[in-house]
């Protein structure tokens, strides 16, 4: 069966390779009889089988493929069900790693593999975050009289990744009803570098988000920073982290290549969690502001000398923080009532 969604699966290492192998040790004990193989390519993917095993039927099914590969001593099915972020705009977001030992392998952050025994049959799932997995299945009639061929099927099926990094902000940012789906935020402060900052689908008050970098004008793109759900000083209210983890909209600004702010309305406590960057992304500093209510929304801009903030409330006059420090501080200048302007304010240091 086809697995579907990741959710709370997970792996400790990401690491970006051109396409899937399955990583598995091959057995000590080898058959005194070396197998011929041959190669049977289908579509975007390729298996190594024995000589001999044939492709004997494919079928679709609700828009997935089924491959059945057989041979005198044993057979092979592949399914794949191509990604469809039109439906699903989740699955343009990366796996993030945890400490879940049921997958033990990322291939890329846009695919893992899981693999399942059960005597005569392995099989071996790509998943993704959200959504899709292609499987091979393998069953041999007496997997003792080749020991090692079961390593050789699994380790040949050759399959691209479901997804690269590039890709899927490129799809992002074309996909309009991503806007309307989860938070989103782009910036470019400049010709070459920017980033785009993207939540995934919220859980109560806990929020996945990912953080994407480019340095070439949107041609490539790489994730600098996701979520970890460990590392927060637990002692303060609320706990500070070193990215962002809760439920809230958030704003992002940077002003260089280097140096830039977000500010996240969380949810649901009255506070703002301010975070800082002056390395480009990659290490973030945090810190909170404490509000008279829950917030609602948040926005940043920039004027010569100052950072504003301004946070709206359901009930509450909206608020206008100021910095003049580069985000390391923040005090409040302004309160206006619910949907006011906030046109014309001037701020001395």
């Keep these: 069966m086809l697995l579907r969604g990741l959710a709370g699966l997970a792996a400790a290492t990401l690491l970006a390779v051109p396409a899937f192998h399955s990583g598995l040790t091959a057995p000590a004990n080898t058959s005194a009889t070396q197998l011929r193989m041959h190669k049977i390519r289908l579509w975007h993917m390729s298996l190594t089988v024995p000589v001999g095993w044939k492709l004997t039927s494919r079928s679709v099914s609700l828009g997935e493929t089924t491959w059945t590969i057989e041979g005198s001593f044993g057979s092979a099915t592949i399914t794949s069900l191509p990604l469809s972020p039109k439906s699903n705009v989740w699955q ?57 061929l079961m390593h050789q099927i ?123 960057t002056t390395d480009g992304g990659k290490i973030w500093s945090a810190t909170s502001l404490k509000l008279p209510t829950e917030p609602q929304s948040a926005s940043l801009h920039q004027t010569s000398h ?13 608020e206008i923080w100021v910095s003049n420090n580069g985000g390391v501080s923040w005090r409040l200048v302004r309160t206006t009532p619910a949907g006011g302007a906030t046109k014309g304010l001037s701020v001395r240091n």
């Design 92 to 148: 343009l977001l990366p796996i993030q790693p945890g400490n879940d030992a049921a997958i033990p392998t990322h291939a890329s952050p846009y695919l893992a593999r899981t693999v399942a025994s059960a005597g005569h049959q392995e099989t071996v799932w790509l998943l993704t975050a959200h959504g899709t997995a292609d499987s091979l299945t393998v069953n041999l009639n007496n997997p003792t009289a080749h020991p090692a």
């Design 154 to 276: 699994l380790s040949g099926w050759k399959h691209p990744p479901l997804m690269t990094v590039t890709k899927a902000v490129t799809k992002m940012e074309h996909l309009k009803h991503w806007y309307a789906i989860g938070n989103y935020v782009l910036s470019f402060p400049t010709a070459h570098s920017g980033w785009l900052l993207a939540a995934g689908p919220p859980a109560t008050a806990q929020e996945s988000w990912y953080l994407f970098h480019t340095t070439t004008g949107d041609r490539t793109w790489q994730l600098e920073r996701y979520t970890v759900w460990q590392g927060c000083e637990s002692a303060t209210e609320p706990p500070i982290c070193n990215f962002l983890r809760s439920a809230g909209e958030a704003a992002m600004l940077f002003w260089n290549a280097q140096d830039g702010v977000i500010a996240q309305a969380t949810f649901p406590v009255n506070f703002a969690l301010i975070y800082r």
């Design 306 to 318: 100052h950072l504003y903030l301004t946070l709206t409330f359901y009930r509450q006059p909206t």
